[in-house]
Every structure is written in C-alpha cells, then in structure tokens.
C-alpha cells in the first residue's frame, strides 16, 4: 500500500516538474490585440474570451492582452492591417475583404460566389493557408495565425427580390471588391457603405438590399428594415488573425511554440461556433425552421432559390467575378497568382480562373 502510495506520489512529482518548467520557458508578455465587431459573435463567442480569458488561463498568466474589438477604438477593417505592420497592435483579427481592395492575392481565399458549402469554404482555407502566410509575411509583416469564417452572406432586402432577375437595376451594398463584381454581373448596382450604416440605408432606400452573414444581419437587427431574405451564397466574410512579425521574431521558441498551439484550437472553435450560429442566424432572421435561441425573431420573407437563380450567379462568377479578380490578381503578383489559385481553391470548388 505503501508502496504504491509512493510509486504514485513519485509519479505526480514527475508530472508537475514536466510541466513546470513548461510554464517557466514561456515568455512573459501581455499583447495589444484589436478584434472584429462587438457587437458580432466573433468578438463575443470567439476572440474576446480567447484573449481575455482562455490564453492567460491557459499559460498561468504568462501570456496576456489588452484586447479590444475595432469598434472601440474608431478604426475601420481596411486600417487593421495597416496598424499592425507599423507595431499599433500586436496581434490583430481582421476580414480579408477589407484589405482585398490592396492585395487580390489575399483575397483568392473568399471570391464571391465561388465556395458554396462549408466542406469547400474550409478545405480552400486549409488549402490556400501557404499562399495566405506567404503574403501576409511580405505584404504585412505579420505572422498569420488562424483563418475562420463569420456566418455566410447573402442578401437582405427591403424590396421585393424573389429572384435574380429581380435584381436587375437595384442598388446593394457590398463590402468587397468581388461582391461588388457578382452584383454587377447579376445586373445590380454595388454601393459600398460601412456595416454600421446599413441599417438606415436601408430604411432610407439609399441601397435595396445588403451583403452580410446570417447572425450578422440580425445581431445588427436588418430584419427591422429589411423584408425579403435571398439566400444566395455570396461568401464567408474569411477573417484572419495575424500577430506583428516584429513581436513573433522577440518570442522564444517554447513560446512561439504554444502560441500557434493555442491558436490552432482557437481556428477548430471558431469554425464549429461560426457553423452552428449560421442556421440559428436564418432562423431568428425570419422566424421559420425552428426556434430563435438569441432573442425574439424577425419576419422577413425567406425567398427559396431556383435553379435559375444558381446558374445566373454561375454565369456572373464564371463571365465577371473570375475574370475581373485574375487581372488584379496578374497586375498585383504574376501569373503564378492564378496557377496557385486553380492548384487550391480552384480545384476544390471545381472553378477555374482564366488567364488575363
């Protein structure tokens, strides 16, 4: 008994002088970190608790932040990464359609129209993973860290939009260079508005309809102001977190080690939580298919897509959106640009760029 008592006893000795030093080797720090909306699940379910709860936690409070979403510091999504190369932020989450506008090759990971089921969207992410390093270590100086999705888009509208064709003419806000592309190439007009302007755009006409996700639109409460909800798949709002390569470099390798860690289980729960509250954001959005579980739901109009409607937003991406973003693509980086795209995204959506 003893015996035993001792065996184990030694054995919890063992572990403890294991991890101790583990959690010694970290490097003591405490990051300025700047997230998304907060008033979005991102912020909410996602980055906030990482950084303010789980990493702390988890390096025994070796590792801190001071982190804040963008919406409490007055900075808008194309400044994120500009702030980040120039050492404002340590660490930085962003959405890759605000800085599309510079850098197409970025942008390849969420072209309009193109991915259209969760298995594509997240075997492209995994896919075009190196091309995304690549570019963010020598366009940003930044260290990427994880890549995850928001809710899907798709259109929200105060008008009567039962089809594509329905679009011919209307004015709808976008807040990417391809989603202004795809509106284009269905017949519509692409405004660009700041996401916190959209709700009394939308009251005011000044746009008919509006891009953005599924929990998005009614966490911003567009279901007040918006009727008729057209779920055609625009994209997935991809969003990044990339840490200023100046403060990766000053990391230890134990350290720099159990970040990309803690970052790779931070990218598996912001999958599962952005995948779950899609459904949910349909639900609450119209009050049909089951039970709103944030709030009291909305009545919009859930218009079914047709055939039609699919193989004009085929037509828009195959005529407009692809060729449109390979020109950027081969004016910003080469040739090489669209090789790697149809290598990745391409040959998983089963969609092929064509060369300027």
């Not at 639109?217 to 918006?226: N, S």
């Not at 057209?230 to 994209?235: E, I, M, N, T």
């Not at 970040?259 to 931070?266: A, D, H, L, N, S």
Request: aromatic content about 8%; glycine content about 10%.
């Amino acid at each position: 008994m003893g015996k035993t008592l001792s065996v184990f006893g030694a054995a919890l000795l063992s572990v403890g002088l294991m991890a101790g030093p583990a959690a010694a080797e970290l490097d003591t720090l405490n990051l300025k970190v700047v997230g998304t909306w907060g008033n979005l699940s991102n912020w909410k379910v996602n980055e906030g608790p990482f950084w303010n709860e789980t990493m702390p936690e988890k390096s025994g409070g070796k590792i801190t932040a001071d982190a804040v979403p963008q919406t409490d510091v007055g900075i808008k999504g194309f400044e994120v990464m500009r702030m980040l190369k120039i050492g404002v932020f340590d660490v930085a989450h962003g959405v890759v359609g605000y800085i599309a506008g510079e850098d197409p090759v970025v942008e390849g990971i969420d072209i309009a129209g193109v991915a259209q089921s969760w298995e594509d969207v997240r075997g492209s992410a995994e896919a075009y993973w190196p091309i995304m390093e690549k570019q963010f270590e020598e366009t940003y100086g930044a260290k990427l860290l994880a890549v995850y999705p928001f809710p899907s888009q798709m259109l929200w509208c105060n008008a009567e939009v039962n089809s594509v064709e329905d679009l011919t003419g209307k004015k709808v806000r976008v807040y990417t260079t391809s989603m202004g592309d795809l509106v284009e190439g269905l017949g519509g007009t692409s405004v660009t508005i700041a996401f916190a302007e959209v709700v009394p755009a939308l009251e005011k006409k000044v746009v008919d309809c509006g891009i953005t996700g599924t929990m998005p639109a009614y966490q911003a409460k567009w279901y007040q102001v918006a009727t008729h909800a057209f779920p055609l798949r625009v994209g997935y709002s991809m969003s990044f977190a990339a840490m200023n390569l100046g403060t990766w470099n000053r990391m230890s390798d134990e350290t720099k080690a159990f970040v990309e860690k803690m970052m790779e289980e931070y990218n598996e729960s912001a999958w599962k939580n952005m995948i779950a509250e899609d459904e949910m954001g349909i639900i609450c959005n119209t009050g049909q298919g089951g039970t709103c579980t944030v709030g009291e739901p909305g009545n919009m109009k859930l218009v079914e897509l047709s055939d039609a409607d699919t193989a004009a937003r085929k037509k828009a991406l195959e005529e407009v959106v692809l060729k449109r973003w390979a020109e950027r693509c081969v004016e910003k980086a080469g040739e090489s640009c669209i090789d790697d795209w149809n290598a990745t995204v391409g040959k998983i959506t089963g969609v092929t760029a064509p060369k300027p």
